[in-house]
């Protein structure tokens, strides 16, 4: 073949190598004779094993006999110092794999790399554990040997030397020492022996056998000692060489201005580093030179790594210290409510303050405390303010609300601004009652995990909620029929005062409600009708069961204390114990009276009792179709007043806590139980 044919047959493999993504193996294509000078200038049985293990092609070609040459020379150039001859049961590969072949711990699994014990062929790591375990476990130790035993003893191989397993504080090596012997071996060889015994022939054929398989093991025995000196002269200068280099990195490191850890955790300087120690080489200025551009390279990385390391961590060190000022704030419990986490990080000072990495967590939180940052953060909280109610305004459909009276509150503050997040429709625990968010809760508001996928921590974004069309009508109803504006400031404290007087019409049975809990209680239907009752007739309906405000929220909590008070059968239905109302016809209006007196007190009256002869209450209904925030209250023009009935005359059940939101559940169709719902009949 020419010179040009051997080019364009170079130049098709790299262009078949490229487009198959399959590298060439140049060394492969050698011819033996070049193989064998770079192989015997490794002077390494470890490398021409390491070779021959690679490929078929290899393996035939350096086993072959014509090719023994080569792992006789590493053999005898190995350093520190020969190896010695192998014994006749030893190829030269085969030798070499004994010596250099590492493999699992036979006590724990961990690799190592020589036997610890040449003669049984064992492999220990350096835990003492492992030996300790099987000195114990898998060692027969022969110290006064009977005269019948030496005739199958010698033929096994034992512990060549008290190196192996650190018996003692002088070296004794075999046949001076104590015989330990595998076992297995020992176990194996006396029964061959015993059965011997049984027959003279056999015995003596037994014997013939053990002599000849005494001077083998003899041999190898003097093989074993001699690379246990071997192995503890290779790893001494394993350890000298290890020193050496480090020694010499520092210097190149020095002498290259570079910081000698980040150049060892290079990997191009890290695997020449392994590759010397592992050959016993020093390393060259020359070997570095061949690489300092890919050294150069990954130093940059390390650096680069070190440095993003160091900005995170003093990263989520400020993160820390803001979260710790927002929950100081918390606990302070101020007049105005601070927005979610997430939205606090936005304000442009704690931004600022999160994102100065070079401070201490001391120093962040005592500059977070500190007078001027305080005012910054309070005028900032106000700027957050002012932009989240005009924007949840805009929700409630009041766009660009301005009013010039400082009586008027905000459409974001009134008792019929509530919200419902659109993307998880869930609420935090306070709000569980009402079941939809008020101002407060919509700037803390934080999407929880929905089950399909983890939503994560967003800061406070007014798109993300819609009104509580169906809250919004029926508290837009209660405040009617109480005479109560919405936008009045001191509307939450007048309603407050109302107590437990409103009924829901729109129940099977007859439902008092204190007046936030409309909110919650509305969602139950799709238009909800409502009365204000005086609190005579309140008292007719409820009896002796008045109601117990928080204490479905107690009795769903964790805990063994909730769990033994929802086992407890002190439970009753209300929707069963309240009968049903009836209706008579009555003409249509927004008053309804109940008796034939003439009086009219007004629902803000305080006499409004049993002792009034004619009883006025106000009856209202809303729907869903009202969904304009301007709409007042939809009068109920069925015609119909309810008359209260006396308590049923049957003995009401009684149920534990579970099994009463199973029977709502089953029979009234309750899948949410709510404090209206249950009569717990002991004080818990």
């Not at 192989?39 to 094993?49: G, I, R």
């Not at 610890?116 to 000195?135: E, I, Y």
Request: contains cysteine; proline residues 5%.
């Amino acid at each position: 073949m020419n010179k040009k044919q051997k080019t364009s047959e170079l130049d098709r493999q790299k262009s078949v190598s490229t487009s198959t993504g399959i590298r060439i193996c140049y060394i492969a294509k050698l011819p033996v004779e070049l193989l064998a000078e770079i192989l015997l200038y490794t002077k390494s049985p470890k490398d021409v094993l390491a070779l021959t293990r690679c490929s078929k092609s290899f393996c035939r070609t350096l086993l072959h006999e014509a090719n023994q040459y080569i792992w006789r020379y590493a053999r005898r150039n190995c350093l520190p110092e020969a190896l010695p001859e192998p014994c006749s049961r030893f190829t030269e590969s085969s030798f070499a794999a004994f010596v250099f072949d590492n493999g699992p711990c036979e006590m724990c699994g961990v690799q190592v790399d020589f036997y610890k014990s040449f003669g049984l062929r064992v492999r220990l790591c350096d835990n003492s554990a492992c030996k300790n375990s099987f000195n114990e476990d898998k060692l027969h130790i022969d110290r006064r040997p009977k005269q019948t035993y030496k005739i199958f003893g010698n033929t096994l191989a034992v512990v060549e030397s008290t190196v192996c397993f650190m018996d003692s504080q002088s070296i004794q090596e075999w046949p001076d020492i104590t015989m330990k012997y595998r076992q297995s071996d020992w176990t194996c060889a006396l029964q061959e022996y015993l059965d011997a015994s049984r027959n003279p022939n056999a015995l003596e054929k037994f014997i013939d056998l053990c002599s000849e398989e005494s001077a083998r093991t003899k041999t190898y025995m003097q093989l074993c000692v001699t690379l246990q000196r071997w192995k503890q002269k290779y790893l001494e200068a394993q350890v000298t060489m290890k020193d050496g280099n480090i020694q010499l990195s520092k210097a190149l490191a020095a002498r290259k201005g570079l910081s000698f850890w980040d150049m060892m955790n290079t990997p191009t300087y890290e695997s020449l580093f392994r590759q010397k120690n592992a050959a016993l080489e020093e390393i060259e200025q020359l070997d570095y030179d061949m690489r300092e551009a890919d050294i150069g390279a990954e130093l940059i990385k390390v650096v680069g790594r070190r440095s993003r390391r160091a900005h995170e961590a003093g990263y989520s060190t400020c993160c820390r210290a803001v979260e710790k000022h927002y929950n100081r704030l918390r606990a302070l419990k101020q007049n105005t409510p601070l927005p979610c986490l997430p939205s606090f990080r936005k304000l442009p000072t704690i931004h600022q303050i999160q994102h100065s990495t070079s401070q201490s967590e001391k120093e962040l939180d005592r500059n977070l405390q500190s007078q001027p940052i305080q005012t910054l953060v309070h005028s900032e909280l106000e700027k957050f303010h002012l932009e989240a109610k005009n924007a949840l305004a805009g929700v409630l459909g009041f766009p660009n609300w301005k009013s010039p009276s400082n009586r008027k509150l905000h459409p974001a503050d009134r008792l019929t601004a509530r919200f419902q997040c659109k993307q998880c429709w869930r609420v935090e625990v306070k709000y569980k009652e009402s079941e939809s968010l008020d101002y407060a809760g919509a700037i803390m508001h934080l999407c929880s995990v929905t089950l399909d996928k983890p939503v994560s921590a967003m800061p406070f974004k007014a798109t993300r909620f819609e009104r509580d069309t169906k809250a919004i009508a029926a508290m837009s109803a209660l405040l009617t029929a109480c005479d109560i504006s919405d936008d009045e400031k001191g509307s939450h404290a007048l309603l407050s005062i109302i107590g437990p007087r409103v009924l829901c019409l729109s129940c099977e049975a007859q439902i008092v409600l204190e007046p936030f809990a409309v909110l919650g209680h509305s969602h139950r239907h799709e238009s909800m009708s409502l009365a204000l009752l005086p609190q005579s007739e309140v008292k007719k309906i409820l009896g002796d069961h008045p109601l117990s405000n928080g204490l479905v929220v107690r009795l769903m909590s964790a805990g063994k204390i909730a769990l033994e008070m929802r086992t407890k059968r002190v439970y009753m239905c209300r929707h069963c114990d309240q009968l049903k109302r009836k209706a008579i016809p009555i003409p249509s209006s927004g008053t309804v009276l109940e008796g034939t007196g003439s009086n009219e007190t007004s629902i803000g009256d305080a006499d409004i009792s049993s002792s009034t002869p004619a009883i006025k209450t106000r009856i209202a209904s809303t729907d869903n179709s009202a969904s304009n925030p301007h709409s007042t209250l939809k009068p109920n023009t069925t015609g119909a007043m309810y008359r209260i009935h006396p308590a049923p005359a049957n003995k009401p059940s009684l149920y534990i806590f579970d099994g009463l939101r199973s029977h709502l559940k089953e029979v009234h169709k309750i899948h949410s139980v709510r404090d209206e719902d249950i009569i717990c009949i002991q004080d818990l």
